[in-house]
């Protein structure tokens, strides 16, 4: 499949680099000063479980033209860029495909002010990492011969020929692939684990291993995510998922700071959590209106993680390092 990543923040430099690895017919959208410095210096990222600097020079187009053609285009930015190039995406009537990756709570409608459900997938990448000082840092698995994961879906959750070709894709180029029946719900309820998980982090001044220690902190931290739990319940999102979301309601209360310590303690939460807290905090302040707008018809109230949620502020030294 020909492909176009349609912006170069940290996701769209980790797919594309896994893509042209396996020798895939992959561009890269960059603009401005990110586009130049990536012709001159090629695309890189340092592999966080084995500190392996990836770097290879992709092709690197200005713009999606009217005319141009691709299987597929993948969108891994956040939210409101998604949102932002939908109109661009649409003058060119020769995009059938088009994946967009990334955190959201409001479900495909905005995409769909411009494209057509037909053409509209969504997903989201199973990694994490920015920036540390002028290296990109990239976790996207638990151990260094594991493979990452994108999760990925259509809008009415059937496997058509297009979602098997997209999964042989990324497959192929080393990223396991989960097929998501309900992707919208998947999304909703990865804003009730990152959501919580930003803003904890945030509390403690991007300070992920003292999270790790702060009993009470990972308390509020649990309640939080069992808060946004109960409003998609609420509002009719009963399954959990992943199932792994449980965990948040079925584990003793005592033992929360056990568990949760030796997550927020690993190397690999530094990374994934923490550097990746400085990405998803000024896009968080986004989602915080999306998700007021679904909590506003339920009678369930948001203390803890409205506390948490308060402590994120933009860092300065993440401005327009999303930007393609």
């Given at each position: 499949m020909k492909t176009l990543i349609y912006g170069a923040g940290p996701i769209g430099r980790w797919l594309t680099l896994k893509l042209a690895a396996a020798g895939k017919d992959v561009s890269l959208l960059a603009r401005g000063e990110t586009r ?174 003292s999270v790790a220690s702060d009993r009470e902190s990972i308390h509020q931290y649990c309640r939080a995510c069992r808060e946004v739990g109960d409003v998609l319940r609420e509002i009719g999102y009963v399954k959990r998922q992943p199932p792994i ?80």
């Open positions: 130049e410095k990536l012709q001159r210096e090629g695309v890189c990222y340092v592999d966080a479980p084995t500190g392996e600097r990836l770097q290879a020079r992709i092709p690197i187009v200005a713009e999606l033209g009217e005319q141009d053609r691709y299987d597929l285009v993948v969108v891994p930015m956040v939210k409101a860029s998604r949102l932002s190039v939908c109109p661009i995406l649409a003058r060119n009537k020769n995009l059938e495909n088009v994946l967009f990756v990334g955190n959201d709570v409001a479900g495909p409608d905005g995409y769909l002010t411009h494209l057509s459900r037909e053409q509209v997938i969504l997903g989201f990448p199973g990694t994490g990492g920015g920036w540390d000082g002028d290296d990109l840092i990239i976790s996207d698995r638990e151990k260094p011969r594991g493979k990452g994961v994108i999760y990925i879906g259509e809008l009415d959750g059937k496997i058509r020929d297009r979602t098997r070709r997209i999964k042989e894709l990324f497959e192929t180029s080393g990223i396991d692939v989960s097929l998501e029946k309900d992707i919208d719900g998947w999304l909703k309820y990865h804003f009730a684990f990152i959501a919580p998980t930003t803003g904890v982090i945030y509390r403690h001044g991007l300070d992920v291993k979301f449980n965990l948040y309601y079925w584990l003793p209360r005592w033992l929360e700071p056990r568990v949760f310590a030796k997550l927020f303690g690993s190397r690999e939460a530094e990374v994934r959590f923490g550097l990746h807290a400085r990405v998803v905090g000024p896009e968080l302040i986004g989602l915080i209106e999306e998700f007021a707008a679904l909590r506003a018809g339920t009678r369930t109230e948001t203390p803890n993680l409205d506390e948490l949620l308060s402590h994120i502020q933009q860092p300065a030294s993440s401005i327009g390092k999303e930007a393609a």
